[in-house]
């Protein structure tokens, strides 16, 4: 779970209007992402702790693309994952 920061997208808007939502906005990724992305983060850490992460997530043919990623407040290349 991942709390929805930035702008939501149209569909996300859709779903709080349609069902009344309000509180904090969060989405919902499958454990396969977390794993996937924890790999990839370790690679990138070559051992170090992991203070802060950040990115933006986006869903693009099938794939996650995450873009503007921070490790530890510096920044880092694009990371593609299959879902």
């Known amino acids: 779970m991942r709390v929805a920061q930035g702008t939501l997208a149209q569909r996300e808007y ?13 989405r919902l990724f499958p454990k396969k992402i977390d794993w996937q992305l924890a790999n990839i983060l370790a690679e990138q850490l070559d051992g170090k702790a992991l203070h802060t992460f ?7 043919h099938n794939r996650l693309q995450l873009d503007n990623i ?3 407040l510096t920044e880092h290349k694009k990371v593609l994952m299959a879902l």
Not at 16 to 22: A, N, T
Not at 54 to 60: F, I, T
Request: net charge positive; charged share 20%.
């Open 70 to 72: 921070y490790l530890d």
């Open 54 to 60: 950040r990115a933006n997530y986006r869903l693009k």
């Open 14 to 26: 859709q779903w709080l209007r349609q069902y009344q939502l309000s509180g904090t906005a969060v």
